[in-house]
């Protein structure tokens, strides 16, 4: 398995997760279709190798081009009910809908992909974990906590995209509306570094080839504060962490299995409750 990043951060959002010869799958697409098919060539690809479209949630930097690039190429989308009826509704060909369930694993590319329930301001969001029988990477941005079915969701992967989103401190002082500030650190905003942190801190890092910041604030943040919490965390993630920008987006990483760690994940114990 490999994964890139087309661009990440409020003014859009795209992740390439492909999993060899069985397929890429596009999660979001929060660029314009034209800029969408750009960005792909620049890593290599087209519309022609993505297997699909998944959708975390409805806001604009996660799903702008989506409609418009699965009509024209034809490609199924996989999103939740609440996302679809409150965008994609009579803007996708509705042939192509794929509807998933939170916390229910579906398949895609040859890959297990279990969408995760995240607590974040919109209908039905959910975040992904990608695994096959030799990698497991995850990805979460778009949650204002962290709760227990997260930390048991994103524990034991090979790589680990994380919303890095905001220094409290940037925030506070920074030049945002005192509503849009409470609704950012809000409980259904947006990861902050210290709740990045926290979370690597409680999924571990044993194992973990690539921890990627994601969804950096471009006002409220710097890469440099985010890598540093992130540090202060694990300080054995130095040297596996890299930021994915807005504009540049992330180059391909390749997740190997180590050898003589080939071993299955272990099952995933059953959480239901919720620390929100
Ligand atoms: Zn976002
Ligand atoms: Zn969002």
């Given at each position: 398995m490999r994964f890139a990043s087309i661009g990440?951060?409020?003014?859009?959002?795209?992740?390439?997760?492909?999993?060899?010869?069985e397929g890429t799958v596009l999660l979001d697409c929060g660029f314009s279709g034209r800029e969408t098919v750009a960005r792909l060539q620049a890593r290599g690809l087209s519309t022609d190798d993505l297997a699909g479209i998944l959708v975390t949630h409805e806001h604009s930097d996660h799903i702008k081009g989506v409609a418009r690039l699965a009509n024209r190429y034809r490609l199924p989308v996989y999103t939740t009910w609440g996302t679809f009826s409150a965008?994609?509704?009579?803007?996708?060909?509705?042939?192509?809908?794929?509807?998933?369930?939170?916390?229910?694993?579906?398949?895609?590319?040859?890959?297990?992909?279990?969408?995760?329930?995240v607590p974040h301001d919109a209908r039905e969001p959910c975040q992904f974990v990608f695994a096959t029988a030799s990698a497991r990477?995850?990805?979460?941005?778009?949650?204002?906590?962290?709760?227990?079915?997260?930390?048991?969701?994103?524990?034991?992967?090979?790589?680990?995209?994380?919303?890095?989103?905001?220094?409290?401190?940037?925030?506070?002082?920074?030049?945002?509306?005192?509503?849009?500030?409470?609704?950012?650190?809000g409980a259904l905003g947006h990861l902050n570094n210290q709740q990045a942190a926290d979370m690597l801190r409680q999924v571990g890092h044993d194992g973990l080839q690539h921890l990627i910041v994601t969804h950096i604030s471009q006002t409220n943040n710097t890469p440099a504060l985010a890598v540093q919490a992130l540090l202060d965390a694990r300080s054995a993630t130095e040297g596996i962490i890299q930021v994915a920008g807005q504009k540049s987006g992330l180059d391909w990483c390749?997740?190997?299995?180590?050898?003589?760690?080939?071993?299955?994940?272990?099952?995933?114990?059953?959480?239901?409750?919720?620390?929100?």
């Open positions: 990440s951060g409020s003014d859009g959002n795209g992740t390439l997760i492909a999993n060899g010869s965008r994609l509704n009579g803007e996708l060909d509705e042939s192509l809908l794929n509807l998933i369930e939170p916390g229910t694993t579906f398949s895609l590319a040859g890959m297990q992909i279990e969408p995760v329930p990477l995850g990805i979460l941005t778009d949650a204002g906590s962290i709760n227990r079915q997260m930390v048991t969701s994103y524990q034991g992967c090979d790589a680990l995209m994380l919303e890095c989103n905001h220094d409290l401190r940037m925030l506070a002082e920074g030049p945002y509306p005192a509503q849009l500030k409470r609704r950012v650190a390749s997740i190997s299995r180590k050898q003589n760690s080939a071993k299955p994940v272990p099952p995933r114990q059953l959480a239901i409750d919720f620390e929100i």
